[in-house]
């Protein structure tokens, strides 16, 4: 059964709409689900999935496209569809606006950031200056990468602060936003900014945790993630979280969002110490900054990922330290005894393949992982000779192989694998089954906008990969005391199913390597 409607006009943005695909997608029998605004990007999509776009669909309408097993799976998803429309922050009807670009009529919502800012009469640090009553506001772009950039510009010109969460930005673009916003005395955070918390709220992906004295600027999602939530099992919270995007420590960009970042760290009465975090740096770049951040009041700790350089567990581990407070055991859970054994040999010398949702959370196991087994194969890899094309079902010849499958090319018009689990479901039922397989790695990233239930999806094929080819599953699970999903909970299930599983992912990924080398007994 399939069904397929553009809807005129009607918009959500495209967190809420990758949600609602992912609430059709869970649907039992639904065998494919696409909700999007029909861009050009998205009716290609459409098309490879071998469904057809209604005549005349165009970017302004909202495909709705549905594959199922009957008519019964059928109606279920469309309803799920509904209710998630209906539950979701862009699931209610625009409204034009005025010439004066306030909306028409009493309470009526604007149509533009600029309109918004203006209505609220709120405004970023640059506005305050002259300004009675207005209170700092921070922006949240949402958009596909090629309208981020107007939205972007509108909320630096109205004074504000602005997330960029939107990815497939050109970094041309990136380098003159960030130029206008240090004019305009704003922050960029993005793009590709996928996690944030500004004045205790979590913005993107985030996790539930107390104020704190650390304050993290971060150019790295799941690196801050990560931290984050080693902070929080250690008792510590953070005063804020300031994402400013993979490429920020670029050569190309230079750090012009980490200096402002640590510039309004250093002014924040309740930051004791900054952490800086960042996938793998220009060197120049970092170079600088420990240059500027010397310059600062607050003591800055540096976390970039890299061969010699602390992981981010240590790094969690020297924040501590500075602030005098216990550096704790942190935690890990066992696998269960009756979760085998096999009845099929591991072989004899095999490979390590890693599965992650985050690029810096991967970048940080393949650093680890080349010190101790050689090199990594990887679709983000270390040196340019060790990329490998994704789409590969397995590596042969014994590769150790990683794959991000939040990078850009594999989340244009899906959603982040943080929401939908499907890809790395597939891919490692397939690492299951390949013979030179010796060992799984996955992250399980747990939070605000992440998945509400991961280890209920992934326990079923943990548990066939344990039992059935008799190969370790490690499982690195990023999750705070007091998010919604439950991470004790969550670590029962995987354990339960038969992985081993740490809340450090520098831990899992050397144990992963113990496992390899067989100097560890295995789970």
Known sequence: MRHVEARAGAYADSVTLMQVTAAAQAVPGVRAAMVAMATS??????AGLG???????????????????????????????????RAGPGGGDGQAEGGDGTGIGAGQPPRTTLSAARQAGRAGRAGQAGRAGAEPAVVLVSVPGPYAFAEA????????????????????????????????????MGPDCGT???????????????????????????????????????GTGVSAVLGIGGRDLSAAVGGRSARAALAALDEDQDTELIVLLSKPPDPQVAAGLREYAATLATPVQFALIGAGQPDLTAAAESALRTLGRPVPSWPSWTAAADAGPATAPRPAAGALRGLFSGGTLCDEAMVIAAGRLGPVYSNIPLQPDWRIDPAEAAAENGQHVMIDFGDDALTAGR????????????????????PQTEVILLDVVLGYGAHPDPAAEFAPAVRRAVRERGLPVVVSLIGARSD???????????????????????AAARFACDLIDRKAVRP
Request: with cysteine; net charge negative; proline share 4%.
């Open 41 to 46: 990007l998205n009716l290609e999509l459409l």
């Open 153 to 188: 510009a509108d909320a630096i010109e109205a004074g504000c602060d602005v997330m960029i969460f939107s990815d497939n930005v050109p970094v041309e673009q990136e380098i003159w936003l960030k130029d206008r916003a240090a004019e305009r005395n704003v922050l960029v």
């Open 51 to 85: 469904l057809d776009a209604p005549d005349g669909a165009g970017q302004n309408d909202m495909l709705v496209a549905v594959e199922a097993a009957d008519a019964g799976t059928l109606d279920a998803a469309l309803a799920a569809i509904e209710g998630a429309l």
């Open 196 to 234: 944030a918390i500004v004045g205790g709220i979590g913005l993107g992906f985030s996790h539930s945790v107390p104020s704190g004295p650390v304050g993290i600027v971060a150019a790295s999602g799941t690196g801050a993630q990560q931290v984050t939530c080693l902070l929080d099992a250690a």
């Open 484 to 506: 919604p999903q439950d991470v004790g909970r969550q670590a029962s299930l995987l354990a339960g199913a038969g992985a081993r599983v740490y809340g450090s992912n520098a």
């Open 415 to 434: 959603p982040h694998p943080m929401i939908d689990l499907r890809l790395r479901l597939d891919r490692l039922a397939a690492e299951t089954a390949h």
